[in-house]
């Protein structure tokens, strides 16, 4: 038996390519049962995501049965003979490293990200349900997933936020700790603001207010995320009782002023704020950051935080796929 | 013996902070703190059951018993408080502290080498010095945690947010939180070591230290209401913290 692996993902296929071959996650049991079929075929699991499609197949003759199934996948699609281009093709100890590579977040758009793991967990229960598995693709997922742990353990692939709304969420957890007592007010009814205040509420933010120009699109955004909406000229009673502020107004010039967070200090007790200031030109004033309570973080601070930790993931690449030979090379895989 | 439980306590918490600091410097989190400092209480308790028994009283007679008592309290506090809290990292800057108040114990003419029985032990001078002592662990662990909000606060306001030390730093927040209990439990303590205090036998002078004492209680008190009514940042109530609690050990010096 040999193993092979025919997939594409992000970086071989555009989006318009990828979602004709994507399977979803209730399909993924019948769609091994169809990849199983395949002459030659033995055992077979399909890996879908918004990122990628791969199939992993374990048959007698691996270069034939890509053919044949390139062949199938071409015809079922109607695609034209230049679609083969968007595939790679893995074979034997290649596909073994491909999934492993996977599996630990190293071929994800974003690098190291975690969700992976789970979904092709997901993908090889269903064919596991399915009974599409046998020796060679059951021993290499388990193989994977071991892998996969040991990387995420050993390295700090995972560390650290790689997006500007991950890090301002991270920062506030590390201000607030959890934030389920904590409310955010968000000043512009921006799409970057929305992303953040949402990531918040995600992460047990208690409460949103939405001020905005118009009333009506804070009225909007409120009502979307649950929120309370607030009239612009009333943004700075909120402040008295909110502990994070994301803004993102196009005002051009600052908005708030060390004046204005002075004149609410007292009433709240001088308990700590948190300001995120996604705006350009930026709409809060540095000088607000020597308040001592204040910390300000503006769209260049953020984007050189998650700039950094993804430099960081990036130093660690060597070291990850250092791990995944040397775990595959313990074992002789069947099929590899 | 009692030096020996000394001698391998003050190593051991050495040890533990030492190991625990590299661990931090490295990026990850120290899962052995708590051990290392379970080990340093069983021999702190270990130095304070033999002086006791010598003493036959509660065993705070001279200087070095009471920074060894205050380093047990500090100890106690932190296994109180630092595991539920998930505040492990509390450990690693409590050590160095266990280990500066255990040395200074260990130095020459701080510690009776051959303790006298107390000819005469009373229960309320007895409780007067072990609540008191109490309340110094309790503050002294209230400044730790001042320590750690001091750095955290720090690394926030200047984005310096890559060392390890960042990543393994509790939320501020709960830093907060942790060490303005400390201060609520130490000055409470405290107001029992000083009430009893005026309860020992009236032979007894009021002795200056019980004066610095209730100085040092005025302080705490003073410092919660105000963070109580009016309100703190983060920042001043860390330092009023570490810095009330070096200030308080003037009491030691008046003993």
């Known amino acids: 038996m040999e193993l092979l692996c025919l997939g594409l993902n992000h970086r071989t296929a555009p989006v318009e390519v990828r979602e004709r071959f994507a399977v979803s996650t209730p399909q993924l049991g019948a769609a091994a049962s169809d990849l199983a079929t395949l002459a030659d075929a033995t055992e077979g699991v399909v890996i879908s995501t918004c990122n990628r499609t791969e199939f992993y197949l374990a048959a007698s003759d691996a270069r034939q049965a890509l053919i044949l199934l390139e062949a199938r996948l071409t015809l079922r699609e109607s695609l034209d003979a230049g679609a083969a281009s968007h595939f790679y093709r893995k074979v034997k100890s290649e596909a073994a490293v491909h999934l492993c590579r996977v599996v630990s977040g190293l071929d994800s758009m974003m690098l190291g990200e975690t969700e992976i793991f789970g979904q092709v967990k997901q993908a090889y229960q269903a064919a596991l349900a399915a009974g599409t598995t046998g020796s060679v693709l059951n021993r290499l997922f388990q193989r994977a997933f071991g ?13 650290g936020s790689t997006s500007v709304g991950n890090v301002a969420v991270d920062l506030a957890e590390k201000i607030f700790g959890h934030l389920k007592d904590s409310e955010v007010m968000i000043l512009g009814a921006g799409e970057m603001s929305r992303i953040t205040a949402q990531s ?41 009782r909110v502990d994070v502020v994301i803004s993102s107004t196009g005002a051009p010039h600052a908005l708030i002023h060390r004046a204005d967070v002075e004149k609410v200090r007292r009433a709240r007790k001088f308990r700590p704020l948190f300001f995120i200031d996604i705006a350009v030109p930026r709409d809060i004033h540095p000088d607000v950051a020597e308040i001592e309570e204040v910390y300000l973080y503006d769209i260049d601070a953020l984007e050189q935080l998650a700039s950094e930790a993804r430099t960081r993931r990036q130093l660690q690449i060597e070291h990850c796929e250092r791990i995944i030979d040397a775990e595959l090379a313990k074992l002789n895989l069947p099929g590899t | 013996m009692d030096r020996w439980f000394l001698l391998i306590a003050t190593l051991l918490a050495a040890i533990g902070g030492t190991w625990g600091m590299i661990s931090v410097h490295r990026g990850t989190r120290s899962h052995w703190t708590v051990a290392w400092m379970v080990a340093v209480m069983l021999c702190q308790l270990g130095f304070l059951s033999v002086r006791g028994q010598l003493r036959t009283a509660c065993p705070l007679h001279d200087l070095g018993e009471m920074l060894v008592f205050l380093a047990w309290s500090l100890t106690l506090f932190y296994l109180l408080i630092g595991p539920a809290y998930r505040i492990s990292l509390l450990g690693v800057f409590s050590a160095p502290l266990v280990f500066v108040l255990q040395s200074g114990a260990l130095i020459s003419g701080l510690f009776t080498v051959s303790p006298q029985r107390d000819p005469s032990p009373n229960l309320f001078h007895s409780l007067h010095s072990a609540t008191s002592v109490l309340a110094y662990g309790a503050l002294a662990l ?6 750690m909000f001091l750095v955290l606060d720090r690394q926030l306001k200047v984005h310096r947010l890559k060392s390890g030390l960042f990543r393994n730093l509790p939320p501020a927040h709960q830093l907060l939180v942790s060490l303005e209990r400390l201060l609520w439990l130490g000055s409470g303590l405290l107001t029992l070591g000083i009430v009893a205090g005026f309860l020992m036998p009236p032979t ?3 002795h200056s230290h019980l004066i610095v004492a209730m100085a040092v209680w005025v302080g705490y008190a003073a410092l919660l209401a105000v963070k109580t009514l009016r309100g703190l940042t983060g920042r001043k109530l860390a330092l009023a913290a570490v810095a009330m609690f070096i200030l308080s050990l003037v009491v030691f010096a008046r003993v």
């Open chain 2, 142 to 147: 209230a400044g730790v945690a001042g320590i």
């Open chain 2, 204 to 206: 007894t002078p009021l």
């Open chain 1, 147 to 159: 892998v996969g742990k040991k990387v995420r353990t050993e390295t700090s692939i995972q560390e």
């Open chain 1, 200 to 240: 918040l509420v995600s992460r047990g933010a208690r409460s949103i207010f939405v001020s905005n120009r118009s009333f009506d699109r804070a009225e909007a955004l409120a009502r979307d995320m649950g929120g309370q909406a607030v009239r612009f000229d009333e943004w700075q009673q909120a402040l008295e």
